[in-house]
Nanobody, 115 residues
Framework: QVQLVESGGGLVQAGGSLRLSCAASGSIFSINAMGWYRQAPGKQRELVATITSGGRTNYADSVKGRFTISRDNAKNTVYLQMNSLKPEDTAVYYC?????????WGQGTQVTVSS
C-alpha cells in the first residue's frame, strides 16, 4: 500500500503559476510511474501528466508548454509546475502512483483559476 500526500493547490489569477507537490510513502517499488490527473465539476477525470522513475514524461495536449512534471526519486516526490494558468485549468488535481501492483490515488487538491 502506498500513501500519497498532495500540497500546493489554491486560488490564482489567470496567467499565474502554482506548484503542486505529492509525496509517496509506504511500499515504494523502484520501478514506478507517478503523475497527476484532474477533474473539473461535471467532467470526467483526465490525465494531466505522468513521469516514470526513469524520467520519461507524458503530457495532455491541453497543458503542453505550460505545465512541467518532475520528480525527486530520493524523496519519492513528484511535482507539477503550472504556468500560464487558465480558468479552464480549474479542477481538483489528483496525484497517482503506479507500479506492478496497481494504482494508488491521493485525496486531491483544489486548483482554482480566476479570470
Amino acid at each position: 500500500q502506498v500513501q500519497l500526500v498532495e500540497s500546493g493547490g489554491g486560488l490564482v489569477q489567470a496567467g499565474g503559476s502554482l506548484r503542486l507537490s505529492c509525496a509517496a510513502s509506504g511500499s515504494i517499488f523502484s520501478i514506478n510511474a507517478m503523475g497527476w490527473y484532474r477533474q473539473a465539476p461535471g467532467k470526467q477525470r483526465e490525465l494531466v501528466a505522468t513521469i516514470t522513475s526513469g524520467g520519461r514524461t507524458n503530457y495532455a495536449d491541453s497543458v503542453k508548454g505550460r505545465f512541467t512534471i518532475s520528480r525527486d526519486n530520493a524523496k519519492n516526490t513528484v511535482y507539477l509546475q503550472m504556468n500560464s494558468l487558465k480558468p479552464e485549468d480549474t479542477a481538483v488535481y489528483y496525484c497517482t502512483y503506479t507500479d506492478y501492483l496497481g494504482d494508488n490515488w491521493g485525496q486531491g487538491t483544489q486548483v482554482t483559476v480566476s479570470s
